[in-house]
Every structure is written in C-alpha cells, then in structure tokens.
C-alpha cells in the first residue's frame, strides 16, 4: 500500500491551518476582553443566582436556598465549574466566569468543526454575547453536543430547555446500538446523580414550573413543538445529533434567549443559515434597546 505523501502533507497544512485561524480568532476575544468588560453588565445571573448558590453550597447548605434574587433552577452539579470562582472577590471571579464561558462557547462550535465564519457569528450572536454578559451557563449543557452520550448526559441534565432533544435522541441511538442494556449503560451514571441530588436537596426539578410566566421567557411554545418534533424525527431517522441539538429551545415552555445559542449550533456547518437565525435573534435585543 503507498502512501501519497503530497496529499497527507496538504491535508496536514490545511488542518494546521484551520486550527491556527480559530485559535488566533479567541486569542484576538481574549485581547479584546478588558475592553468588552468595560462596558458590559456586571454580570446579573452571576450575581443574582450562580454566585450566591454555589457560596450556599460550599457552605454546606442547598443551593436552591440560598438569599440569591432571581433563584436557583438548573442541576446542582452545575455549580462545580464556578465555584473557585464565587470564593473570588466579585469582580475577578466574574472576569474568571466571562473567560470560561468564552472558551467554553469556542471549544463546543470547534468541536462542532465550525469554520472561522461560522464560529465568528456564533460567538457574536445575540444569544452567545447575551449569556457571556449575563453570566449564565448556557455553554455547559451544550458540552453534551460534542461528548460521547455516557458523559455527555451529566451536561444535558444540567438544563433541560438545551438538552432535552439530545437525551431523547440518545435514547433511540442506544437502543439501536444495543437495546435497553446500551440504554441503561448510557443513561444509570447520570440517572444516580439525579436521584442522588433529589435525596440531598428534594425534587428541585419541579422549580422549573411556573416558569413560562417569567418575564425573561421568549419561549416559542406550543408553535415550535411540531418542528421540534421533527427535527428529532428527522435526527433519529439520519443518526445525526445535529437536528437535535435545536429541539429544546422549540419545545420547551420556558427559555431564555441565551439557550437559542443550541439552534445555532445545530447550523454550525451550514453559516448562511447560522447568520440569518443569528440576525434574527438580535430583533428582539434592538427592539428592546428602542423601546
């Protein structure tokens, strides 16, 4: 067998180079960062609700208990990334949140192989720049988009308005890789941490209703039930996760708009239609800025 060696040595260079542009891309965000912070919000889910329950929980207490504004709502392992940041004096641990979240945003659509185009509008989409500035953790349930199924469920269970379309997904591409042993083998790890979580801090699962009443909620529930469901249809059908990943933010009763970020992602191989949703999801922003 011969191997072309002209052929492996482009391959090489095209991939180096591709690496290389999206590196020098967030290298470039990451210069730009002190200005950006200069004139952002300080961060009002970082202060109102992941800062305060992650002290909470190194406290020993529930964080769904804690004296944080806007409440806590999301899994409880979901604090683990933020907690040396939270024992931080305010101002550095929101830079430190900003810079994960930032990378964390990057390395998904890398992983997703987003082209420099592709990931230059994702990162710059309202939906992105908005849980960047917020201080949410949007970018942790879509890690699931880019992990193998055992682990990725730990991230998808983290919000389920981002990862419910890629649990289901991975329900049906369990079963047909090995029938209900695969499923079980897939989904116990992150099913035992649930249950785990309800027996420490109760069924908190359940602060997700009343929601849709949340003046944050730009749901499109019940309309984008039906294309969510065939999005899953048709990612089941294709065995491709991608569809998937734009289900949650369709069918569920509440979502903010920086969950929207997982329908970008689902397009991150297709950037016309990643720039017209991206542009389409700054309306509200620019209507709100002139209202």
């Not at 699962?205 to 949340?214: P, Q």
């Amino acid at each position: 067998m011969f191997v072309d060696i002209k052929l492996l040595a482009n391959e090489v260079t095209m991939s180096i180079s591709r690496n290389a542009k999206i590196i020098i891309l967030v290298v470039l965000c990451l210069i730009a960062l002190p200005a950006v912070l200069s004139y952002v919000p300080v961060g009002l889910d970082w202060r109102d609700a992941y800062r305060p329950a992650a002290l909470a929980m190194l406290r020993g207490e529930s964080p769904y208990e804690a004296d944080a504004p806007t409440g806590f709502y999301n899994a409880p392992w979901a604090l683990i990334p933020f907690l040396p940041f939270a024992i931080m004096p305010y101002q550095f641990g929101r830079i430190g949140v900003f810079i994960m979240s930032l990378i964390g945003f990057a390395f998904v659509a890398y992983r997703l192989n987003a082209k420099p185009v592709s990931m230059l509008i994702f990162l710059s989409s309202a939906s992105v720049i908005g849980c960047l500035n917020n201080g949410n953790l949007d970018w942790l349930p879509m890690l699931a988009f880019v992990l193998p199924a055992r682990s990725g469920l730990f991230f998808a269970f983290m919000k389920p308005q981002v990862g419910i379309g890629i649990c289901i997904y991975w329900i049906f591409d369990s079963w047909r890789d090995g029938g209900v042993r695969m499923v079980i083998r897939n989904f116990a790890p992150a099913a035992v941490l649930l249950g785990v979580s309800f027996l420490f801090y109760g069924f908190w699962i359940m602060r997700f209703v009343g929601m849709e009443s949340n003046i944050n909620n730009m749901s499109v529930f019940p309309y984008g039930v039906l294309p969510g469901l065939y999005l899953l249809w048709l990612s089941i059908k294709k065995q491709d996760t991608r569809p998937a990943m734009a289900v949650g933010p369709l069918i569920a009763p509440y979502v903010s708009q920086f969950s929207y970020a997982a329908v970008l992602a689902a397009l991150m191989d297709r950037p016309k239609w990643l720039a017209l949703v991206s542009g389409f999801l700054w309306i509200p922003v620019i209507l709100r800025v002139l209202a």
